[in-house]
T-cell receptor
Framework: AQTVTQSQPEMSVQEAETVTLSCTYDTSESDYYLFWYKQPPSRQMILVIRQEAYKQQNATENRFSVNFQKAAKSFSLKISDSQLGDAAMYFCAYRSAFQGGSEKLVFGKGTKLTVNP | DSGVTQTPKHLITATGQRVTLRCSPRSGDLSVYWYQQSLDQGLQFLIQYYNGEERAKGNILERFSAQQFPDLHSELNLSSLELGDSALYFC?????????????FGQGTRLTVV
């Protein structure tokens, strides 16, 4: 079974600075998808960014980018120019790319990000 | 707004009772997923339906059941409730049929068992 580990329960960053959230995963599969979800106090789960394992290029979405290290099974999220609205719980998630199987997401425990003004 | 609607938003009930949580997926989405979020277990996958059929089961208790109706809305039934069932229950939907499709989450139902 796949597992996702987020080793930082809490992180803090100054507004306008850069922060990196860590995520490692364990799988025996070679093809899969990785995601970062944000959960603000409104509790809505919002997709931040996703990465296909077969793509070597790291995904980028505006101020959010990932560092995907497939051999190390590492998938960190970098937030640049942090804003107060970035304060939230961030969840790393894994999904198998096996077609015809479950499309479930396997989540890490989350990292609570605080942004200080 | 993700387009996924969950009702009710909050629910308080007593131990031993039965409740039904409802989810309306985004228009056009065939897959519905249920997740449970609790402080100790984190976000756990419960069950997935695709176009009315059960696709996958996760850590869903026997006291819990779900179904997806012809109009694609889904219900999660929780019975013989225990204090430990208190959690946030999320429904998500996607087009489905391919693991690369994005899952959109509803705002969740906060269940409190007293």
């Amino acid at each position: 079974a796949q597992t996702v580990t987020q080793s930082q329960p809490e992180m803090s960053v100054q507004e306008a600075e850069t922060v990196t959230l860590s995520c490692t995963y364990d799988t025996s599969e070679s093809d899969y998808y990785l995601f970062w979800y944000k959960q603000p106090p409104s509790r809505q789960m919002i997709l931040v960014i996703r990465q296909e394992a077969y793509k070597q290029q790291n995904a980028t979405e505006n101020r959010f980018s990932v560092n995907f290290q497939k051999a190390a099974k590492s998938f960190s999220l970098k937030i640049s120019d942090s804003q107060l609205g970035d304060a939230a719980m961030y969840f790393c998630a894994y999904r198998s790319a096996f077609q015809g199987g479950s499309e479930k997401l396997v989540f890490g425990k989350g990292t609570k990000l605080t942004v200080n003004p | 707004d993700s387009g996924v609607t969950q009702t009710p938003k909050h629910l308080i009930t007593a131990t031993g009772q039965r409740v039904t949580l409802r989810c309306s997926p985004r228009s056009g989405d065939l897959s519905v997923y249920w997740y449970q979020q609790s402080l100790d277990q984190g976000l756990q996958f419960l069950i997935q339906y695709y176009n009315g059929e059960e696709r996958a089961k996760g850590n869903i208790l026997e006291r819990f059941s779900a179904q997806q109706f012809p109009d694609l809305h889904s219900e999660l039934n929780l019975s013989s409730l225990e204090l430990g069932d208190s959690a946030l229950y999320f429904c998500a939907s996607s087009v489905g049929g391919h693991p690369g499709t994005e899952a959109f989450f509803g705002q969740g139902t906060r269940l409190t068992v007293v």
